[in-house]
C-alpha cells in the first residue's frame, strides 16, 4: 500500500481535473497514477477526491479494466454507481 503522501496529491488533480463522467474519472485516476494505479489506489482517490462511501468505491473498484470475471463493472455500471458523488 502506499502512503497517502503518495496518493493525495493525486487525489487534488483528479479533483480539479475536467474529467466527466466516471469512467472519465477513472481513466484521469489511472494517467495521474502511473503505476501507483490499482484497484486500491483508485479506491483511495475516489474516496479522497469526491468523498465516494468505502462500499461504494469498493464496488467501483470490480471497474471491467482492473478485473474480469462474471462480477466485473462494466462502464455503464460504474457510471450508475459513481454519479451521486460525480454529478455534485
Not at 488533480?13 to 489506489?41: I, N
Not at 475516489?46 to 464496488?59: G, K, P, Q, S, W
Amino acid at each position: 500500500m502506499y502512503a497517502p503522501s503518495l496518493l493525495d496529491p493525486a487525489a487534488e488533480s483528479l479533483k480539479l481535473s475536467d474529467a466527466c463522467g466516471a469512467t472519465q474519472v477513472a481513466r484521469e485516476a489511472r494517467t495521474l497514477l502511473g503505476e501507483r494505479f490499482s484497484s486500491v489506489t483508485f479506491m483511495y482517490v475516489l474516496m479522497r477526491a469526491y468523498e465516494v462511501e468505502y462500499n461504494a468505491a469498493r464496488d467501483a473498484s470490480r471497474w471491467h479494466e482492473f478485473h474480469g470475471g462474471p462480477r466485473a463493472l462494466s462502464d455503464a455500471d460504474l457510471e450508475k454507481l459513481l454519479a451521486p458523488w460525480l454529478d455534485r
